[in-house]
């Protein structure tokens, strides 16, 4: 299975990738990437790091209307975390968006903390015992304009040996994974001003045992993310403005609250 995934992932995005018409303008409407600036990483409840990140996002459109994308997500804290460990983490996937309906398949790695006795720090360990990739389902879709709610579902469908997400034998062969799962509902309370505000509302649970990994480890059901975000953009110059954001989210299963303020540079 571990093959499969990582050669589906590859071979779809470079097959397609070279399989367009190579003119410079088609290939400079189509590749496209993004920088952010973040005071902290939130991601589904759970905490990535508290440290000021810089994110970045290389993606190439595989048809005309790109609604395919293969690319790289990345990020790094611009210093250590408390503990002295650093987070950067480093993700491939591949996607399909029509507007409304969204789902892609994404490969995580997070190499901050990777405990070795259970998890590989090798970037191209792909083991279902020890691999400490996530490959990550997600979803979401958008209904209609009279009701604009965003449903989102996400499930970890392989790997995260890391993140608790393998079950071994006691003889420390493979068991099972959990497929923890995460789904959202969002709301756009105001839109189309100059600024905007969503809410949301997130629970995780696993598909495969009692425990998951955005919780507290007692309950086999439990809200893990609640907020809001509040969105604008800045005029810097005639030509160029700033989309800033601030959230406010807090997650009743694990007892904390944070606030996130997000620049995208470009």
């Known amino acids: 299975m571990k093959k499969i995934i990582f050669f589906c992932l590859v071979l779809l995005g470079t097959g397609n990738l070279f399989a367009q018409e190579n003119t410079q303008e088609q290939d400079e409407s189509r590749l496209d990437f993004t920088a952010n600036i973040q005071n902290n990483h939130l991601w589904r409840g759970l905490i990535i790091t508290d440290k000021p990140v810089v994110m ?117 062969s493979y068991k099972k994974n959990r497929y923890s799962t995460y789904v959202q509902a969002s709301y756009p309370v105001i839109k189309d001003k100059k600024v905007n505000l969503d809410a949301f509302v997130g629970a995780g649970f696993a598909l495969n045992d009692k425990r998951f990994l955005y919780g507290n480890g007692e309950n086999s059901f439990d809200i893990v993310n609640v907020g809001i975000k509040a969105s604008k953009s800045i005029k810097i110059t005639e030509h160029y403005s700033l989309p800033v954001s601030m959230m406010a989210m807090w997650n009743p299963s694990n007892r904390f609250a944070r606030i996130q303020l997000s620049a995208t540079v470009f």
Do not use: C
Not at 142 to 164: C, L, R, V
């Open 56 to 172: 970045g996002n290389l993606s190439y459109a595989l048809d005309k209307d790109k609604k395919w994308k293969v690319g790289i997500w990345g990020a790094s804290a611009l210093t250590d975390d408390k503990d002295g460990t650093h987070y950067k983490e480093i993700n491939y996937y591949v996607q399909y968006s029509d507007g409304r309906f969204y789902i892609g398949l994404w490969d995580l790695f997070n190499s901050r903390n990777i405990n070795t006795e259970i998890a590989s720090d090798d970037i191209f360990h792909y083991s279902n015992r020890r691999t400490a990739h996530i490959i990550d389902l997600r979803t979401n879709y958008t209904f209609g304009p009279s009701f604009p709610i965003n449903i989102e579902a996400d499930i970890m469908i392989y790997g995260g040996a890391n993140a608790g997400e393998v079950i071994l034998e006691p003889d420390g």
